[in-house]
């Protein structure tokens, strides 16, 4: 069933979530309730983001978990998706790119897991280029009455109920799908609402731009190397924004090809399975595109830890297949 056929452009999101929820007769309201939080707190952090000054920009002097610098803005946003999430009640545990261990929400009989980055590409906030949140969302595994555990966090990517995006750019946007087609909406600040922008979005099966960091191809594997040099002399054209979220909407909207492979410096790559490349995996699948880490298809993946790294080659379908060629060869 499609989200979108029913639906006009210019419908707000309440609205179509509502609408989404009346065609499940058994649908509780859970997720759509959890889907409401998201947007409150994505709301939330585009103003913060559209208004940061030296309060908010900037290095906030300590590394994550992963050893990367921290900025305020990165605080910021886990703080505000977080208490949008355990204030909604939907959600019992958390797995952020902010935090080491698994967030217990107190919501121990809520039935949802989210994983979720909440600011990715943060390294460009002091320079005024498009950030984003990627979340992903599953059923909880375990009885309810206690809190999730590392079995409910460490879902395969074909366990998710639901994903999305949310992309600061020029304009606000969320993306999201619950496996049935993916849709985005453009947030009108002055109305506080999303609307229904891009129904029923679907990747262009080929494109003519690819997005990758430059500087590690010397390290990347021989085959993803081999097609570099095919889209090279193809003339395609380079993009690499250096925010996944922004790299990724560019090229759902006019076809194309992101990866980052694993390098010398980052062995397994360097995005994170649970929270950007399963939540993206699953968008480019439902808009007709595909995910690989090279070899196995990204949804596939079993986790094994929480802030596990994978590589990631995701886009249009011709492009992966073609990858997926020069892996073998
Ligand atoms: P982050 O989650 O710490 O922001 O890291 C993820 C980001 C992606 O948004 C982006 O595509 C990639 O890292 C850029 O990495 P690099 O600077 O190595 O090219
Ligand atoms: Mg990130």
Do not use: W
């Amino acid at each position: 069933m499609n989200d979108a056929l029913a639906l006009p452009v210019g419908t707000t999101l309440d609205r179509f979530i509502m609408r989404k929820q009346e065609e499940f007769p058994y649908a509780t309201g859970e997720l759509s309730q959890l889907l409401r939080d998201m947007a409150l707190a994505a709301k939330i952090v585009s103003r913060e983001i559209s208004r940061a000054d030296q309060a908010t920009m900037g290095s906030f002097g300590q590394q994550n978990v992963q050893g990367e610098e921290q900025q305020k803005l990165d605080l910021i946003a886990n703080i505000r998706f977080v208490r949008a999430l355990r204030n909604g009640g939907e959600v019992c545990a958390i797995v952020s790119e902010e935090e080491e261990d698994i967030i217990h929400t107190g919501n121990t009989n809520a039935k949802y897991i989210v994983a979720m980055d909440p600011l990715d590409g943060s390294s460009n906030i002091d320079v005024n280029i498009p950030v984003g949140t990627i979340f992903s969302i599953y059923r909880r595994l375990s009885e309810g009455g206690q809190n999730g555990t590392l079995e409910d966090c460490l879902q395969k990517g074909t366990q998710q109920a639901a994903a999305g995006y949310i992309l600061y750019g020029a304009s606000t946007m969320l993306v999201y799908t619950t496996g049935h087609g993916v849709n985005g909406f453009t947030y009108e600040p002055s109305l506080g609402e999303f609307f229904l922008s891009h129904p029923n979005m679907k990747i262009p099966s080929h494109g003519k731009q690819y997005s990758c960091n430059d500087a590690n191809v010397s390290n990347f594997p021989l085959g993803i190397q081999n097609y570099l040099a095919f889209c090279r002399e193809q003339k395609y054209s380079s993009r690499y924004i250096g925010s996944l979220v922004a790299d990724f909407h560019r090229n759902l909207l006019k076809g194309g090809i992101y990866f980052y492979p694993a390098s010398a410096k980052n062995k397994t790559g360097k995005l994170r399975l649970l929270y950007e490349c399963n939540p993206l995996a699953f968008i480019a699948e439902q808009a007709g595109g595909q995910a690989t880490d090279g070899i196995e298809r990204i949804l596939d993946k079993t986790p094994t830890a929480l802030h596990e790294r994978c590589p990631l080659v995701i886009g249009s379908s011709e492009m992966i297949e073609k990858v997926k060629k020069y892996m073998t060869l």
